[in-house]
């Protein structure tokens, strides 16, 4: 599957920015989707994920009650909306998507293996 990532910027601390991923794939509702971030000089991180259905989301506990992931299956997209943003939050973002569902809550890089290129979002102080 290909994946695309748009929306990332800069933002003021405490604002709100939503990224958003394309999918080219015709089975896109089969698929578990996630963010992950990757800051300079750190290792890719899990933000969140989102099951095939939508009815089941997963955050980390950096951005849990600030991020929101949901998926559109009619429109092949995951949407990532990120709310009270703080500098530590500045990083590159990235889609994922894994056909089928994944066995933990808490993924790492190896669970995926449909990448898109990442978006930048930049946090200002």
């Known amino acids: 599957v290909q994946l695309q990532a748009s929306g990332g910027g800069l933002v003021q601390a405490g604002g709100s920015l939503t990224l958003s991923c394309a999918a080219s794939?015709?089975?896109?509702?089969?698929?578990?989707m996630a963010w992950f971030r990757q800051a300079p000089g750190k290792e890719r991180e899990f933000v969140a994920h989102?099951?095939?259905?939508?009815?089941?989301?997963y955050y980390s506990d950096s951005v849990k009650g600030r991020f929101t992931i949901s998926r559109d299956n009619a429109r092949n997209t995951v949407t990532l909306r990120m709310n009270m943003l703080k500098p530590e939050d500045a990083a590159v973002y990235f889609c994922a998507g894994e056909l089928g569902a994944i066995a933990t809550t808490h993924p790492t890089e190896a669970d995926f293996s449909s990448w898109g290129r990442g978006t930048l979002v930049t946090v200002s102080s």
């Open positions: 794939v015709r089975n896109f509702n089969a698929y578990t």
């Open positions: 989102i099951i095939w259905g939508g009815s089941r989301q």
